[in-house]
């Protein structure tokens, strides 16, 4: 299943990527633009992480690889835009470190959990699900970096990317103590 529909979604979000980030780099563009730009992107790519989790299972087209890819996308195109914004003055570089750590430890924490077959002590959690949609807000307010429709985006994107830094440290601390018994047990 490595080339239906939702998995090409999938690989449109990874493809995005270069696309983002060139955006800021684009020689004599107004920085309003590439704002405006890079925000339209983040906001059409990170809408195909539902699009595609809707047509997998609407189109019965679910696969082992797909679900590999998807979170793989996800941590690829947010610790991408973190980084941008970390370079561009736009997140503190502590936030950044934050969720992307956590990222790389709790996907090889799952990696981990799969090999010794306990998968379920790691799966997704409510608590996972907001810090990822508050960073899917968050993110494109910092993109914008400017007023919105009355609206402060620099203010309320850095607002919500620190309640997502709460919700990543949060959900890492969930995960962990999910996973120690069978550490514990294998480790006997």
């Known amino acids: 299943m490595f080339l239906t529909v939702p998995t090409l979604l999938t690989w449109t979000r990874i493809a995005a990527i270069p696309l983002i980030v060139a955006v800021f780099y684009v020689p004599g563009w107004p920085v309003a633009w590439a704002n405006a730009v890079a925000t339209g992107l983040f906001?059409?790519?990170?809408?195909?992480?539902?699009?595609?989790?809707?047509?997998?299972?609407?189109?019965?087209?679910?696969?082992?690889?797909?679900?590999?890819?998807?979170?793989?996308?996800?941590?690829?195109l947010v610790s991408a835009c973190i980084l941008v914004l970390v370079h561009l003055g736009r997140a503190d570089v502590?936030?950044?470190?934050?969720?992307?750590?956590?990222?790389?430890?709790?996907?090889?924490?799952?990696e981990w959990m799969a090999q010794i077959g306990a998968t379920r002590s790691v799966a997704v959690h409510l608590v996972g699900k907001l810090k990822t949609a508050t960073q899917m807000v968050a993110i494109p307010f910092l993109l914008y970096d400017g007023v919105l429709w009355g609206v402060d985006t620099r203010w309320w994107g850095?607002?919500?990317?620190?309640?997502?830094?709460?919700?990543?440290?949060?959900?890492m601390v969930y995960y962990l103590r999910r996973a120690i018994p069978e550490i514990r047990a294998r480790a006997r």
Not at 52 to 70: E, H, I, V, W
Not at 94 to 109: P, V
Not at 158 to 171: G, K, P, Y
């Open 158 to 171: 850095t607002l919500l990317l620190w309640v997502a830094v709460v919700l990543t440290v949060w959900s």
């Open 43 to 76: 906001i059409v790519f990170a809408l195909t992480d539902w699009a595609d989790g809707y047509l997998a299972r609407r189109l019965n087209q679910t696969s082992a690889f797909g679900a590999f890819l998807d979170p793989v996308a996800d941590k690829f």
């Open 94 to 110: 502590f936030a950044g470190l934050i969720i992307i750590g956590r990222e790389i430890a709790i996907s090889a924490l799952r």
